[in-house]
T-cell receptor, first 111, second 114 residues
Framework: GQQVMQIPQYQHVQEGEDFTTYCNSS?????IQWYKQRPGGHPVFLIQ?????EVKKQKRLTFQFGEAKKNSSLHITATQTTDVGTYFC???????????FGKGTRLSVIA | DGGITQSPKYLFRKEGQNVTLSCEQNLNHDAMYWYRQDPGQGLRLIYYSQIVNDFQKGDIAEGYSVSREKKESFPLTVTSAQKNPTAFYLC?????????????FGQGTRLTVV
């Protein structure tokens, strides 16, 4: 019940196409965090969502938190080759417990 | 520069040998974590520590050991009891104290056991 499920596992897109990855939980989330890991690199924090229905934007990236706080999505508009990598969502169960990560969505962008 | 440093970046060991991975942070973070990453598996928690001289097992602690004698350091030992130790190991830290804190990751150590 603590896991977060991510779909799809892989996504291949042509440069310029949009991309969306989804993160789902069977239980209500207090917050959700998103990380990006470039090939051969380490995860880097992108954003945190806390409020029900919250939407945040970072340039071409749009992050949403569901009204019921059980799901979240990351949408990239007009993908570029620099977007290549694996995108993870992560949750904390409570307090100072460790982050629990989804298995990630690996994005490939074909130029 | 503030950050979290893992060393070495690549490590090769013979089967049956113990090996220790280093993780140091100068962010003054209370909490530190070790994750293991295998292809298609995401990040799985090995051990974590919320304060000096205290640590807790994660989901896959068997075959691993840690220590937290200093706030800055959280070394991970991969013992010969670990059945399949070849993997990418990531150390992370966070301020601690609540659910709304992000994790900062080191560059990782890629361990290959032959």
């Amino acid at each position: 019940g603590q896991q977060v499920m991510q779909i799809p596992q892989y996504q291949h897109v042509q440069e310029g196409e949009d991309f969306t990855t989804y993160c789902n939980s069977s239980t209500t989330l207090s917050n959700i965090q998103w990380y990006k890991q470039r090939p051969g690199g380490h995860p880097v924090f992108l954003i945190q969502l806390v409020k029900s229905g919250e939407v945040k934007k970072q340039k071409r990236l749009t992050f949403q938190f569901g009204e019921a706080k059980k799901n979240s999505s990351l949408h990239i508009t007009a993908t570029q080759t620099t977007d290549v990598g694996t995108y993870f969502c992560a949750r904390r169960i409570s307090g100072n417990t460790p982050l629990v990560f989804g298995k990630g969505t690996r994005l490939s962008v074909i130029a | 520069d503030g950050g979290i440093t893992q060393s070495p970046k690549y490590l090769f060991r013979k089967e049956g040998q113990n090996v220790t991975l280093s993780c140091e942070q100068n962010l003054n973070h209370d909490a530190m974590y070790w994750y293991r990453q295998d292809p298609g598996q995401g990040l799985r928690l090995i051990y974590y520590s919320q304060i000096v001289n205290d640590f807790q097992k994660g989901d896959i602690a068997e075959g691993y050991s840690v220590s937290r004698e200093k706030k800055e350091s959280f070394p991970l030992t991969v013992t010969s009891a670990q059945k399949n130790p070849t993997a990418f190991y990531l150390c992370a830290s966070s301020i601690g104290g609540g659910t709304n804190t992000e994790a900062f990751f080191g560059q990782g150590t890629r361990l290959t056991v032959v």
